[in-house]
C-alpha cells in the first residue's frame, strides 16, 4: 500500500512540473521540445519515487 503512495505522489509531483516547465521554459528555448520535457517529466518522477521510498524506509522504523 505505501509503494502506491509513492508513486501517485511521484506521479503528481513530476506532472506538476511538468506543466511548468512547459508552460513557462518551453517557449524560451528551441531545444525543449516537448520529447524533452517528457524525458524531464519521467526523470523527475522517478527521482522523487526513489527519494520518497528511501524516506520510507529509512524514517518508518517502528510503524
Do not use: K, P
Not at 8 to 29: C, D, R
Amino acid at each position: 500500500i505505501a509503494g502506491i503512495g509513492v508513486c501517485l505522489l511521484a506521479a503528481f509531483v513530476a506532472t506538476n512540473a511538468e506543466s511548468v516547465i512547459g508552460a513557462t521554459l518551453q517557449s524560451q528555448f528551441d531545444w525543449l521540445t516537448n520529447e524533452v520535457v517528457n524525458i524531464l517529466n519521467t526523470t523527475i518522477g522517478a527521482i522523487v519515487a526513489v527519494l520518497l521510498g528511501w524516506a520510507y524506509l529509512h524514517f518508518s522504523v517502528g510503524l
